[in-house]
């Protein structure tokens, strides 16, 4: 990519490191608060559906600045945090937390759905045959709910992707550290000249977005074909 | 009294009704009968453990599933229960062998290719292995279903109206697999269903159940052959006899030997010395005073009323004693009056061959 200049190409990379990270690590938490959420009845069942949400519908700089509050280096979450070596503020770790809790409401609500349409009958019929709950959840509801978590997983990355609000706020904006491609942009914008390197990360974030896309559809639509097909 | 195979109390809210059922039944296939909203499928996902909010006791031989007295409930994964569904419910994104396969893969058993051959091969389905399970027909899925049931080695089959979901030639094709495991008798059997050719073919012992209350159990045969049994619709009422194949004509029939009676059917495709249980429908017996002559029918049965039931409408219900068993008969009240018909009095019983249906002629023993 010789027509990125340094500085492009590092928030690309960055962007590509923070949304990744991000994504994998919470997607196995998605995939199970969406499994309680979509199968399971317990007090405060509400109180935890409107928390996951609650980053969807809060302003990106509250959320931004709530994790600035809760794990900033002088907050105790923080402050313990960096002593285990893993300090969050104005790190690029800082980064993937917040893309990862501004994704969730979006895996959860993608993954609940497709694990709501998993016939539960299909779970009872495995329990008779000898599979408990964790083997049913295994082999069962996870590989039926395959679609809709591979969706979930890439809402999630575009999501991670195209975070700015909570990621300036919490982790500002360092280049090499915590610039991703949305703070790119913003900078690139501030600056006379930058309008050129602002457009070709634009382009990148367009070609990254679509393929993503692409990407979820095709394998989607390979897993249902299998799943429909003698 | 011998241990029972299977014994089911259990008490349990529905809405409708309160499930209040005490079964006791042997070895065999055990038929749970009843219209829809009796309460069957209520009892059945008891006994899976599919529904837990239930009280009472179940036990499958010395096996305890369920003992609220002593606080034991298993887990449905626990029960080795082999459920054959009323919509199969093959896993979708499964192979037909991987479905057959599953419950020994979950509960990490050895592979037994015998086994598995075996089942496969009674059932007829070793060309679908590779299939997928979404587009194969009713009767293959229901086939398919009652392999992966038997090969994750259950102590008990559990089949709720297996056959409820499927056309009369489908139900023709698998009635016959549950006959067979009646039969070998390996493993008891209970079987829900609303259907009086099923139960007729296929019934060790009937429990009757209404408003989640059992209204009668017992002997299938005996409890078909009481004339106070009803079924629901007067028309399904019919005793079930035991005979034997005795020899096929070459003129499309087959005779069989009821007790030293002959019975003439349409052709059925069994051996001659098989025995075979025949449904007799009450309403198409016809009653004689004297042994009839110069009429169509070809069978008839000498026999005495052994008691009458009359009903709210118009007719009648006799149960007849033959030497070929016991066998009902539905007349008019107005014939009932006319022919002076009661307890006691020596007539013929009188049936078509051709009203005797091949869905009515089930396997050997019950």
Known sequence: MSWLGPEEWQAVALSLKVAGWATALSLPVAIWVAHLLARKEFPGKQVVNGLVHLPLILPPVVTGYLLLLTFGGTAPVGALLTKLGLPLAFRWTGAALAAAIMGF????????????????KLEAAAATLGAGRWSVFATITLPLALPGIIAGAILGFAKAMGEFGATITFVSNIPGETRTVPSAIYSFLQVPGGESAALRLVVISIIIAMGALVASEVLARRIAKRMEDA | MTQPALSITLRAKRPGFDLDVDVSAPAGLTVLFGASGSGKTSVVDAVAGLTRDVSGRITVGDHVLLDSAQ????????RRIGYVFQDARLFPHLTVRRNLDYARRVTRQPADTARFDRVVEMLGIGHLLDRRTPRLSGGEKQRVA???????????????????????PRKEEILPYFERLRDEGEVPILYVTHSTTEVARLATTVVALENGRVVRQGNAIEVLGDP?????????????????????????????????IPLFLPRIARDPGTPVR????????????????GISALNCLPGVVHEVQEGAGPGAILSLDTSAGRVLARITKRSLAALDLSVGTALYAIVKTVAVAPSDVGGPKG
Do not use: K, W
């Open chain 2, 278 to 293: 025949v449904r007799i429908a009450a309403q198409d017996v016809i009653l004689s005073r004297g042994r009839p002559e």
């Open chain 1, 105 to 120: 409401p979006l895996m959860v609500r993608a993954i609940r759905l497709s694990i709501e349409a998993v016939d539960p």
């Open chain 2, 228 to 260: 106070s049994f009803s079924p629901g619709d007067v028309r399904s009422v019919g005793a079930v006899i035991e005979a034997r194949v005795a020899a096929h004509h070459n003129d499309g029939l087959t005779e069989l030997n009821a007790g030293g």
């Open chain 2, 146 to 168: 009652i392999g992966r049931a038997l090969l994750s080695r259950p102590q008990l089959i559990l089949a709720d109206e297996p056959l409820a979901a499927l056309d009369d």
């Open chain 2, 71 to 78: 606080g034991i409930c298993l887990s449905a994964h626990e």
